[in-house]
């Protein structure tokens, strides 16, 4: 008896550390389709061999205190890459800069462990002639949500019911050309000459456009709740972002980190990598935009106007059974859905485009958080996700990229 005694006692501090792991791999051709229909050569991570790497990369999700592991594993055939933590407190070795900390190159495994500090929003970048590989395409949101809450801001900060991450970027496809690309495959030392930025592509969350409305549909507002919205800037343009006049607006934190005071305005500047979350509330019904403003920085020119359609709607029944709530993230995700609820038993999994059509079901047992792997083959798009029990049901609207 003693004996189990001394053992559980030492095994409890590892059962009580949680430790997440995140698989990135890099790759050094990929290709992503325009607004107007071009393709381009594009870099970046992915999570599987077989997956075309997305621009912009994964989401990556923490819980404060964790302890993390980013495994990076390079395929780019030559071309060493990196994991830069922008605006993420960790020691020099893990932070991703190629001369300070170190260098992933073709198929071999890079580690980056750190323990995951404050919550906020974090960017991710390759630091390797990062001025190419991040206009390529290598580059993601990361996010580090207070430990054990997901509706929270950070601890005894603001309360919301659902929260979207906002990621700015643009594209010259000049430089996505073969022979500009190839450049890439330099040292963080060398120099390399490159042409001239001038892009035509202006994304939010990897499109432009048309894009937009189709791949990421609606942002929904709860009337008379919190949505807190995540805006990065990992372009080398600056954004304006302006909100609808009739919501309550309040800007909380800035890289990471809680404002002292909230400020109280319908605009705010977000300048390449920085982030910002916005607390948006609303108490009318209505549908609007957010529409984003990017500019030149070496003279203030405007180049483009994106927006984002935004509806507030009254709190449906559907939402909560009997106080049991469903958390979905990352939102947009790439197939890969990781679901957290405070029901525990059996439910069904439903997933239906926007006009109706089931494209996936599955039905499982609940007990606490879980993943729900789509199917291969779903376009990207909005979609609705029904969570079906024998109290009930919730419905929830995600976008897979």
Partial sequence: MRIWFHIAIILLPFAVMAQSTELLIARNKG???????????????????????????????????????????????????????????????????????????????????????????????????????????????LIVYPKGSRNLTWENGYRYERD?????????????????????????????????????HFLINGYSDHQIDQELGLYEIKKDSNTFFR??????????????????????????????????????????????????????????????????LNNLKLLNKQRVMVQTRAVSALETIDNIAILV???????????????????????YTIQGIEVDSETIHVNGAFEWKLQEGIPPGTYILEFRTSKGLIRKTVQKY
């Fill in 31 to 141: 290709e992503k389709v325009l607004a107007d229909s071009q393709v381009i050569r594009t870099m970046g991570f992915a999570r599987t061999l077989t997956e075309n790497p997305g621009v912009p990369g994964p989401t990556l999700v923490f819980e404060e205190g964790d302890s993390a592991v980013i495994d990076l594993w390079n395929v780019s055939q030559g071309a060493p890459h990196t994991i830069h933590l922008h605006g993420l407190d960790v020691n020099q070795e893990n932070d991703g800069v190629p001369h300070l900390s170190f260098s992933v190159h073709h198929m071999d495994h890079g580690y980056y462990r750190f323990k995951v500090p404050h919550p906020g929003t974090y960017l991710y970048h390759c630091h390797v002639v990062s001025t190419l590989h991040v206009q390529g395409g290598m580059y993601g949101v």
């Fill in 164 to 200: 979207y991450s906002i990621l700015t970027s643009e594209i010259d496809p000049i430089w996505h050309s073969d022979s500009v690309m190839i450049l890439s495959h330099d040292s963080a030392h060398q120099r390399v000459k490159i042409p001239k930025y001038r892009p035509t």
């Fill in 231 to 296: 805006f990065s800037n990992v372009g080398f343009t600056g954004n304006t972002v302006y909100f609808p006049k009739n919501m309550d607006i309040q800007i909380v934190s800035s890289d990471g980190r809680p404002l002292p005071v909230a400020l109280h305005q319908d605009s705010i500047n977000i300048y390449p990598g920085e982030r910002y979350g916005v607390i948006v509330k609303s108490n009318e019904l209505s549908q609007d935009s957010i529409v984003i403003h990017y500019f030149d």
């Fill in 329 to 351: 993230y990352p939102n947009p995700n790439n197939g890969l859905i990781r679901i957290q609820s405070t029901y525990s038993g059996k439910a069904d999994l439903l997933l």
